[in-house]
Nanobody, 121 residues
Framework: QVQLVESGGGLVQAGGSLRLSCAAYGSIFRINAMGWYRQAPGKQRELVARFYSTGRTDYTDAVKDRFTVSGDTAKKTVYLQMNGLKPEDTAVYYC???????????????WGQGTQVTVSS
């Protein structure tokens, strides 16, 4: 089994900062990418930020210059530093990993349980 365990959500005022952490546990052969998605009430889940084992990073335009994704696929960890938070950042944030469990298996997506981030105005 694979489990992604998140921490670090909470309530913060607009302009404040939060740091999310996620670690992957279980039988994992290799991780291609790890990152964060979010889902606000009534909206679809969307990519926030992701980093790849190659060093490449992706950000949604809404968080560029405010959020920073970091981590280490070999250590199976990913972090999201969120600065300059806005009320529209309020959502449940999900950790995601694109990984394979054995040398001869394909890559699949795994998800954490989600952590609530609420930004008050």
């Amino acid at each position: 089994q694979v489990q992604l365990v998140e921490s670090g959500g909470g309530l913060v005022q607009a302009g404040g900062s939060l740091r999310l952490s996620c670690a992957a546990y279980g039988s994992i052969f290799r991780i291609n990418a790890m990152g964060w998605y979010r889902q606000a009430p009534g909206k679809q889940r969307e990519l926030v930020a992701r980093f790849y084992s190659t060093g490449r990073t992706d950000y949604t335009d809404a968080v560029k210059d405010r959020f920073t994704v970091s981590g280490d696929t070999a250590k199976k960890t990913v972090y999201l530093q969120m600065n300059g938070l806005k009320p529209e950042d309020t959502a449940v944030y999900y950790c995601n990993a694109d990984l394979k469990r054995s040398w001869n298996s394909g890559y699949s997506d795994y998800w954490g349980q989600g952590t609530q981030v609420t930004v008050s105005s």
